[in-house]
């Protein structure tokens, strides 16, 4: 059964930095595309970033320049790094797991979230 486990979210100042972790297990991450996702209350969930099995990224307009992706496949993790935060940034932030087959089609799967909170 394909887990992921979020990490890394907590109270920051406006300006600030945190670095999210998302263990992925069950699966090969190498085979998945990972992203980052983000939900602040009253909105829809938007995507942040993302990247591929092939190590592409994609990086939402919002946070462009501020964050960035990465992922280390020994330790089935994804990082989010977040840099110059902004309260705006202040959202539950999920990570999601997506492998497409032939047999199966594209399966998805997803942690619990994190809390991030930027105070101004």
């Known amino acids: 059964q394909v887990q992921l486990v979020e990490s890394g979210g907590g109270l920051v100042q406006a300006g600030g930095s945190l670095r999210l972790s998302c263990v992925v297990s069950?699966?090969?991450?190498?085979?998945?595309?990972i992203g980052w996702y983000r939900q602040a209350p009253g909105k829809q969930r938007d995507l942040v970033a993302d990247?591929?099995?092939?190590?592409?990224?994609n990086i939402a307009d919002s946070v462009k320049g501020r964050f960035t992706i990465s992922r280390d496949n020994a330790k089935n993790t994804v990082y989010l790094q977040m840099n110059s935060l902004k309260p705006d940034d202040t959202a539950v932030y999920y990570c999601?797991?997506?492998?497409?087959?032939?047999?199966?089609?594209?399966?998805?799967?997803w942690g619990q979230g994190t809390l991030v909170t930027v105070s101004s």
């Open positions: 069950g699966s090969t991450l190498s085979m998945n595309t």
């Open positions: 999601k797991a997506e492998r497409c087959t032939v047999d199966y089609g594209c399966l998805e799967h």
């Open positions: 990247i591929s099995s092939g190590g592409r990224t």
